[in-house]
């Protein structure tokens, strides 16, 4: 194991191909760069200690996280292929922060410029802070600064925020 200052956590900071055309080259590359990831995350899992995988993964996980879901069924975000590989990347021992504290439909992260998604709540979650069983074991709360994207001049992306107790 390797040492730690008390209360220390690894923090991996994603950001994950958006993949879009799918099919096709930019696919194939989302996809082995989720394989990439995955070993890559198994092997710090080892460490036994707290870590936690944070950013723009550009999957939707599952339909509750989708104001549409029937509109993302051919998008890279959200094919089976890409939905697969996130739970394989769970399946490691990660836990999907938001949803250890949440099981509520309509949490999203992003928002399209276009066509009034902010202003319609047309959103989509595919920013995720995933913890190790370690960090995990330490999570107080999380939430997601929906209010960062009404302001001037915003990213598309808000915030997700994780607290972590003291070890």
Known sequence: MIPTARGAVRLA?????????????????????????????S????????????????VIPEPRDAAHPELWGKDALFLPQTRAKFRELLALGFADALRATSDEAGLYTFWD?????????????IDHVLLSPQAADRLGSVEIDKDMRGREKTSDHVPVRVELNDA
């Open 113 to 125: 410029y276009q066509a009034g998604a902010w202003q319609r709540n047309n959103g989509i979650r």
């Open 43 to 58: 092997e710090l899992l080892t460490f036994e200690a707290p870590l936690a995988l944070a950013g723009d993964f550009n």
């Open 13 to 41: 900071s994603i950001y994950l191909p958006n993949g879009n055309p799918a099919p096709g080259e930019k696919y194939s590359y989302k996809l082995a760069f989720m394989d990439r990831l995955i070993r890559h995350a």
